[in-house]
């Protein structure tokens, strides 16, 4: 129950178009973490094929893919979610924004690290491709369509194809 609770309050932050508690439980992040949060506990003990069971149905309901073996912090925010994958070594810390049709995807079938980790309160905008053992840095902000394929320090502001940075929020300190 406090996970549903947990996820309305976030909603209802996050998105203004929610008018009420009951239409965020329409959310499909609501229903593609609630499942990945039991997959999560059957994968951790070793029930793989459950696991994977729930998080395939998981993704047939909500149109979001999340593996079973991914790390997820608090206050995953999904906006829309549709065609949002989430690979199984990837690390999300918390209060992450993702926008839909955002992969957090590998570029190895080498069994190790292969997906990326994302740091605490990032936004990654709709479409965005964030591949392989990367990490993006605490505030970072991905814009729309980027793919980022190298680590990006905390504060920045990244854009385009491949990734650059345009901008890291640093605050004067004085002399």
Known sequence: ??????????????DPAIKS???????????A?????IAHKLYIHHHFFLARFLSERAKKKT???IHPGAIIGQNLFIDHGCGVVIGETTIIGNN???????TLG????????RHPTIEDNVLIGCGAKILGDVTIGENSKIG??????????????????PGKVVKLNTLYKGD
């Open 33 to 37: 973490l609630f499942y990945y949060r």
């Open 63 to 65: 149109g979001i893919e």
């Open 106 to 113: 590998g570029v190895s079938s080498e069994k190790k690290k």
């Open 144 to 161: 729309a369509n980027a793919v980022v394929l190298n680590d990006i320090p905390k504060n920045a502001t990244v854009v385009g194809i």
């Open 96 to 102: 992450v924004t993702l926008y839909h049709e955002v």
């Open 1 to 14: 129950m406090r996970f549903f609770k947990e996820q309305i309050k976030l909603i209802m932050k996050n």
């Open 21 to 31: 508690k009951l239409e965020a439980l329409l959310y499909p992040s609501v229903w």
